[in-house]
């Protein structure tokens, strides 16, 4: 059975430009979570998309955004790109969204942004 | 804004050697799991704790859950190389879906 996947690997922007991350979440599950991983700040929670709808997000300016389409799959857009973006983006799959559920991460996009 | 703290956060002990890892929060968590990470890798679950004072083990890793299911712990007995990796703890919010992940501990154990 296929994991999560993600693309790109790597990913290279210039400030004030936007990148857009995508995610295949594991056959069958639902839920996506994306995750920022900077270094010095840890891994933390951007949003958590089910079912097509996005259910919460985190403490992020509006210019993270994304979208999950009807096959589940899902897409992080970061518009006028900030030196500070530079991260490794996670995304995460679960069977249905329900607490204490697996999480079950994709190898993750490195962004950088010169 | 629920918080995770974890300590310490860097540990580097010899083989054969054993650890503890900390995750303390004032606020309490409905659930609490703990992940491993490899360099170039996504976190992967090691375990999920729900009751207060809840006590699971997976061979020489021993997780538990505070009674106040406000912090947890990670003990590692007789520390192997390929126990090497960021230890994070992910904790979800009660009665709402908070996520919160601690800042990870780095464990280095050397041969």
């Known amino acids: 059975e296929a994991g999560v996947t993600q693309s790109p690997t790597h990913l290279i922007k210039t400030r004030g430009q936007q990148a857009t991350l995508r995610c295949s979440p594991i056959?069958?599950?639902?839920?996506v979570y994306w995750y920022q991983q900077a270094l010095g700040l840890g891994l933390q929670f951007l949003l958590w998309?089910?079912?097509?709808?996005?259910?919460n997000r985190g403490n992020f300016p509006p210019r993270f955004s994304g979208r999950q389409f009807p096959n589940y799959s899902s897409e992080l857009n970061v518009n006028a790109l900030e030196l500070e973006d530079s991260a490794l983006y996670l995304c995460a799959s679960s069977l249905n969204g329900q607490l204490q559920e697996t999480q079950y991460f994709g190898p993750g996009t490195r962004l950088l942004v010169l | 804004t629920q918080l995770l703290e974890q300590s310490p956060q860097f540990l580097s002990i010899q083989e054969g050697e054993n650890l503890t890892v900390y995750c303390n929060s004032s606020s309490v968590f409905s659930s609490l799991q703990w992940y491993r990470q490899e360099p170039g890798e996504g976190p992967v679950l090691l375990v999920t704790?729900?009751?207060?004072?809840e006590v699971k083990k997976l061979k020489r890793l021993t997780f538990q859950f505070g009674d106040a299911r406000k912090d947890s712990s990670l003990h590692i007995t007789a520390a192997q190389p390929g126990d090497t990796g960021l230890y994070l703890c992910l904790g979800s919010g009660a009665g709402s879906y908070q996520l919160t992940f601690g800042k990870g501990t780095k464990l280095s154990v050397i041969p």
């Open positions: 056959s069958g599950h639902t839920s």
């Open positions: 704790v729900v009751t207060g004072g």
């Open positions: 998309y089910d079912e097509g709808e996005e259910r």
